[in-house]
């Protein structure tokens, strides 16, 4: 989400935002035999350190499509868009896949994509769609940036974890929440945004202001703060963490299940549902793609059931394509926000830099 959406990765049995789970060759799962990508039969697929699969999957794509997919990471999200941006006159692939809802303008106005509507595409679900005249990228997966805060803590406190923005400024929280950098971490600025999607323009440095006056800690990262920082996580009880609210995902309590061994019999970490911003990441044809034919057929294939359902475990995200599923520890353990903070990229594009200037100033200084 993804990620600027972060890079979100798996460390030990932990998510990393939003937005992966393996430590893939920058070659991706396929040898391009020597091709540089500009072949008719290779197609590269540019994207953040996050993006994961299962070989299986892909190469399931590359028998149907006769393409072979080489896959390019390129640093965290906000650095290959970046990137992307700086070489689109002679791109490094043919699709880019990981620009995300708070980056999203960026891209479109810089020319980064030429229009293509996939196959498959009246399957996404109504509210992830934008673009619709021109249709430059194609959403492909959705996460919940989000409070998570520590079960164990609370209940040995006696204490009720917090469920909204307005509970965190509140005085019985005080010193207990450890969140992200804006200016350096995709799920530092997602709750930035969050503020500011709650508060709005006259609002959300009011609460900013609270929540500084209240002890909220600002470290660089989501490794460090969740890894670290949170007592909740399996890293955070390791490096005696103290903080036992974090600003994460939502799907970080079902991956604390999924992980440990032995597996416990519920999340050990929970979600404040009201604390959440949704992140939505989005596949694009590149405007001078090489093989244009075959990242076509790429962005079908990630939109098709197959690639849309094993996502979950792989990059800890959700589908967006209808009726797609999910696994049964996301919904038991790490549900998708029912009312999650949403912002339009058009204003984002219009204030982010300005609102992540003036939180610097007001938090950091």
Not at 99 to 107: G, K, Q
Not at 171 to 187: H, I, W
Not at 226 to 246: I, M, Q
Not at 265 to 293: H, I, M, W
């Amino acid at each position: 989400m993804s990620t600027i959406s972060g890079t979100k990765k798996i460390t030990a049995v932990v998510v990393a935002t939003g937005l992966g789970l393996a430590v893939l060759s920058a070659c991706g799962s396929s040898d391009s035999g020597g091709e540089d990508g500009s072949g008719s039969k290779t197609v590269t697929l540019v994207s953040h350190d996050s993006f994961a699969y299962t070989k299986d999957v892909l190469k399931a794509f590359e028998k149907e499509s006769g393409y072979k997919v080489r896959v390019l990471k390129d640093g965290d999200a906000g650095q290959a868009v970046n990137k992307a941006i700086l070489t689109k006159d002679n791109p490094q692939g043919d699709v880019f896949f990981g620009v995300d809802n708070t980056l999203l303008s960026r891209a479109l106005d810089n020319g980064l994509f030429q229009s293509y509507e996939a196959e498959g595409a009246d399957g996404i679900q109504a509210q992830y769609r934008v673009d619709q005249d021109k249709h430059r990228v194609t959403p492909i997966d959705s996460g919940d940036i989000c409070v998570n805060y520590d079960k164990a803590w609370f209940s040995a406190h006696k204490l009720t974890p917090p469920t909204s923005f307005d509970d965190l400024i509140k005085p019985e929280y005080k010193d207990l929440l450890v969140t992200e950098n804006a200016s350096t971490s995709s799920p530092g600025l997602g709750f930035l945004l969050g503020t500011a999607a709650k508060y709005g323009d006259d609002g959300w440095e009011g609460y900013w202001k609270k929540l500084k006056a209240n002890g909220v800690k600002v470290v660089d990262g989501w490794e460090q703060a969740y890894n670290e920082e949170f007592s909740g996580s399996a890293g955070g009880k390791k490096a005696k963490g103290e903080r036992p609210l974090v600003v994460s995902y939502a799907s970080s309590p079902p991956a604390e299940v999924i992980y440990a061994d032995p597996k416990p019999k519920t999340a050990p970490t929970g979600v404040a549902d009201g604390t959440c911003f949704r992140q939505v990441e989005y596949a694009g044809l590149l405007s001078n793609a090489k093989n244009t034919e075959g990242g076509k057929a790429l962005i079908d294939f990630l939109i098709g059931r197959q690639f849309q359902e094993d996502m979950p475990l792989n990059m800890f995200v959700y589908p967006v394509v209808e009726g797609a599923k999910v696994p049964d520890a996301f919904t038991q353990y790490g549900p998708a926000a029912a009312d999650p903070e949403t912002l339009d990229p058009a204003r984002i594009a219009d204030n982010r830099d300005e609102w992540v200037k003036s939180w610097t100033s007001l938090v950091l200084k």
